[in-house]
T-cell receptor, first 111, second 115 residues
Framework: QKEVEQNSGPLSVPEGAIASLNCTYSDRGSQSFFWYRQYSGKSPELIMFIYSNGDKEDGRFTAQLNKASQYVSLLIRDSQPSDSATYLCAVNIRTGNQFYFGTGTSLTVIP | GAVVSQHPSWVICKSGTSVKIECRSLDFQATTMFWYRQFPKQSLMLMATSNEGSKATYEQGVEKDKFLINHASLTLSTLTVTSAHPEDSSFYIC???????????FGSGTRLTVV
C-alpha cells in the first residue's frame, strides 16, 4: 500500500465550477498535509497546508482534513483555466523530515 | 519568502559523462535538503535526503555511487549524476525545509537529457 494515494484523473471541470481533489494516506500518525500545484515542466509550488481536522480556506482554495478517515481534500471554487495543472498531495509522516507525495491528479478547467 | 535556487535549469550531456546539479537556499539555512526525480507523467520520487556535514540517506533502489550527493554547507547541496546514461534522463528537483513551518520549498528543477 502506498503511503499517499490520489486519483490520477484526469479531472475536467467547466470554468467557474468547483473542482474537488482527494487524497488518502496510510499512516494514521501523520502530522501535516500539503497541496502542491505543478504546471507541466515546472517545479511544484505550495498552495496550502493543513494540520488540524476541519476546513482551512485561502481565497478560492479550501483544504479539508479528516484524520479519522485518513483523507485530505482540496476544493477549488470558481475554477479558472489557469488552474489547469497537476495537483500533488503530500504528507509529512509523523514528525520526520520526509515527505511522501501522491501520484498527482491532473486537472483541466475547460473555458 | 524562502527561495531555493537550482542550477542549471536544463543540461544535455553525452552518455558516460558526469553532470553536477546545484541547489542553494538563498535566504535561509537548510540543514536538510531533498532530491527528487520525476519522469514524464509520473509523480515525484524521493531519491535521497541530504544532511549538512554528513552522508546522504538514499532511498531504496537509488544507487549511491551513481548519484553522489554533497551537502558541505548550510546553503548548498549538490547532486552529481556519474556516468550518465539515457535512462537517467529526467527532471531532477531539490527541496529544503524552510524552517518557517513544516513545509518545503522546491527549486526550479533541472531537466537532464543524456544523449
Amino acid at each position: 500500500q502506498k503511503e499517499v494515494e490520489q486519483n490520477s484523473g484526469p479531472l475536467s471541470v467547466p470554468e467557474g465550477a468547483i473542482a474537488s481533489l482527494n487524497c488518502t494516506y496510510s499512516d494514521r500518525g501523520s502530522q501535516s498535509f500539503f497541496w502542491y500545484r505543478q504546471y507541466s515542466g515546472k517545479s511544484p509550488e505550495l498552495i496550502m497546508f493543513i494540520y488540524s481536522n476541519g476546513d482551512k480556506e485561502d481565497g478560492r482554495f479550501t483544504a479539508q482534513l479528516n484524520k479519522a478517515s485518513q483523507y485530505v481534500s482540496l476544493l477549488i471554487r470558481d475554477s479558472q483555466p489557469s488552474d489547469s495543472a497537476t495537483y500533488l498531495c503530500a504528507v509529512n509522516i509523523r514528525t520526520g523530515n520526509q515527505f511522501y507525495f501522491g501520484t498527482g491528479t491532473s486537472l483541466t478547467v475547460i473555458p | 519568502g524562502a527561495v531555493v535556487s537550482q542550477h542549471p535549469s536544463w543540461v544535455i550531456c553525452k552518455s558516460g559523462t558526469s553532470v553536477k546539479i546545484e541547489c542553494r537556499s538563498l535566504d535561509f539555512q537548510a540543514t536538510t535538503m531533498f532530491w527528487y526525480r520525476q519522469f514524464p507523467k509520473q509523480s515525484l520520487m524521493l531519491m535521497a535526503t541530504s544532511n549538512e556535514g554528513s552522508k546522504a540517506t538514499y532511498e531504496q533502489g537509488v544507487e549511491k555511487d551513481k548519484f553522489l550527493i554533497n551537502h558541505a554547507s548550510l546553503t548548498l547541496s549538490t547532486l552529481t549524476v556519474t556516468s550518465a546514461h539515457p535512462e537517467d534522463s529526467s527532471f531532477y528537483i531539490c527541496s529544503a525545509k524552510t524552517g518557517m513551518y513544516y513545509g518545503y520549498t522546491f527549486g526550479s528543477g533541472t531537466r537532464l537529457t543524456v544523449v
